[in-house]
């Protein structure tokens, strides 16, 4: 089974709109980590929000927010007002265990959303 | 956030030929990793750089092709052997801060014709 699911291969957005991307993950594991990354075509990775399976709010940064529903086991990330730099991929990942001495340093990818935002 | 430097940022490369990508990373940082994006797909780990040692490397991956090496805490080398088309991806370098929040080089980009 797939530890992280995306499927929305790609979206469209209205500029100032929000967006919800959705992200769906499989573990067994108690401790875990959910991170969200952007990738513009230049091809660099930028972390965008951390949610970690302890933390019992939601995690925000800036325009961006991620709706953890554990019972769910979805992570899905929210941009609200969004601008036309904001077209790119997306990907959610995961960590597994306790980071550092339970192994959960590796990140699981999922294939990533194309977000394009439109004028 | 943690400051991952890298390069080169991009490359084209001969078949047979080898690349060393450099990663440095700030103070941060203290566990260092190298992860591969083929063309149009998701990231895949390749290995986690250990300091003054082997690396630890994921299945799939050999040293032979990929070796690793780190040497201090904040800088890290990953060099792409014998080089084929299908070796063409981004390479990523990445490091993990004391508060388990993972950051990424530029990455490079590489192309072997």
């Known amino acids: 089974a797939q530890k992280i699911t995306q499927t929305q291969p790609g979206m469209f957005v209205q500029e100032k709109e929000a967006v919800t991307l959705d992200c769906t993950y499989d573990?067994?594991?108690?401790?875990?980590?959910l991170f969200w990354y952007k990738q513009p075509s230049s091809g660099e990775m930028i972390f965008l929000i951390y949610q970690g399976s302890y933390d019992e709010q939601n995690a925000t940064e800036g325009r961006y927010s991620l709706n953890f529903q554990k019972a769910r086991k979805s992570a899905n990330l929210v941009i609200s007002a969004s601008q036309l730099g904001d077209s790119a991929m997306y990907f959610c990942?995961?960590?597994?265990?306790?980071?550092?001495?339970?192994?959960?340093?590796?990140?699981?990818f999922g294939t990533g959303t194309q977000l394009k935002v439109e004028l | 956030s943690a400051v991952i430097s890298q390069k080169p940022s991009r490359d084209i490369c001969q078949r047979g030929t080898s690349l060393t990508i450099q990663c440095q990373v700030d103070?941060?940082?203290?566990?260092m990793f190298w992860y591969r994006q083929q063309p149009g797909q998701s990231l895949t780990l390749i290995a986690t750089?250990?300091?003054?040692?082997?690396?630890?490397?994921e299945s799939g991956f050999v040293i032979d092709k990929f070796p690793i090496s780190r040497p201090n805490l904040t800088f890290s080398t990953l060099t792409v052997s014998n080089m084929s088309p299908e070796d063409s991806s981004i390479y990523l370098c990445?490091?993990?801060?004391?508060?388990?929040?993972?950051?990424f080089g530029e990455g490079s980009r590489l192309t072997v014709l």
């Open positions: 750089a250990n300091q003054g040692s082997e690396a630890t490397y």
């Open positions: 990942a995961m960590r597994e265990g306790q980071w550092l001495t339970g192994g959960g340093n590796k990140l699981t």
């Open positions: 103070s941060q940082v203290t566990m």
């Open positions: 573990t067994s594991d108690q401790s875990y980590g």
């Open positions: 990445s490091g993990i801060t004391g508060t388990g929040e993972l950051f």
